[in-house]
């Protein structure tokens, strides 16, 4: 009907989907974890808090994981890949615990914690195993329950008021804050927009979705999750060391998070238990 087209800046991040990947991804996120929270956070360089807390400790046991000599040769490859699928998916709950930040939650970036991010990564999970492996019911399912967190980040209050509305009423302080307002409730609508496109060229059509729609979905959805709060941030300055942790966070637990569970679904079908320890 709307087909999404082809963005040739969006990486295909289907591909590179393997549960080999453990310690490479270990090394990579646990350093990333660790310097974010010594990047500025508006006031402090280290802000610890309840949403703050879990990235510390994650960054510091992946990055001594990677580092202490011999340490990960001691583990099985499975337990290795649990460790790390696991600590992405508890940072992804993790989110419902709050930012702990000096500065709020950008109002209307509903899909970047909660329901919200966890309606993203089981979203993302479905698109990528479909787009990898054609369709399957357990696909559609998984793509059906990420819609529904995605909607219940929209119409259930999480402290900041009903977040629907708080798309528009983040438009207001004046100055760079008003325009800051301005292409947040924006950035906003166009996620929206991705969704309801999702649900027209992907959901709804089953097993005639064209796969290619299939994959643009899930890529634009990962990549238009961490961007927008970015773009939104580079408009006020002010904001802007809060949007990239942000990207940061979200970032590392929703990929560990998608990559821990197509790596489990796809072994499951070719009968091995990545579990099993």
Not at 8 to 19: G, I, N, S, T, Y
Request: proline content about 6%.
């Amino acid at each position: 009907m709307f087909p999404l087209p082809s963005l040739p800046l969006v990486p295909k991040l289907h591909r590179f989907l393997e549960p080999e990947q453990a310690k490479t991804l270990a090394l990579v996120f646990g350093i990333a974890l660790l310097v974010q929270a010594f990047l500025p956070w508006g006031w402090t360089f280290i802000n610890i808090g309840a949403g703050t807390i879990w990235p510390l400790i994650v960054g510091a046991g992946f990055v001594a994981l990677s580092f202490v000599p011999g340490l990960a040769d001691q583990l099985k490859p499975n337990l290795f890949f649990l460790i790390v699928a696991g600590s992405g998916a508890l940072g992804v709950l993790w989110s419902f615990a709050g930012s702990g930040l000096p500065i709020p939650v950008p109002l209307g970036a509903f899909y970047t914690g909660g329901f919200g991010l966890i309606g993203v990564a089981t979203a993302i999970t479905g698109l990528f195993l479909w787009a990898r492996n054609g369709y399957q019911q357990l696909y559609w399912t998984l793509v059906l329950s990420g819609l529904a967190g995605l909607f219940f980040a929209l119409v259930i209050p999480m402290g900041g008021g009903f977040p629907l509305a708080n798309i528009f009423t983040q438009i207001g302080g004046g100055g760079m804050l008003t325009v800051s307002g301005i292409f947040g409730c924006v950035l906003s609508l166009g996620y929206i927009g991705l969704i309801v496109l999702l649900v027209l060229n992907v959901f709804l059509k089953k097993e005639e979705a064209d796969r290619e729609q299939v994959e643009r979905h899930g890529n634009v959805l990962f990549v238009a999750t961490l961007l927008f709060p970015v773009v939104q941030g580079l408009i006020s300055l002010k904001l802007a060391p809060f949007f990239l942790h942000v990207m940061i966070i979200s970032g590392c637990f929703l990929y560990l998070t998608i990559w821990g569970l197509v790596c489990f679904f796809e072994a499951k079908a070719r009968g091995e238990n990545l579990l099993q320890l």
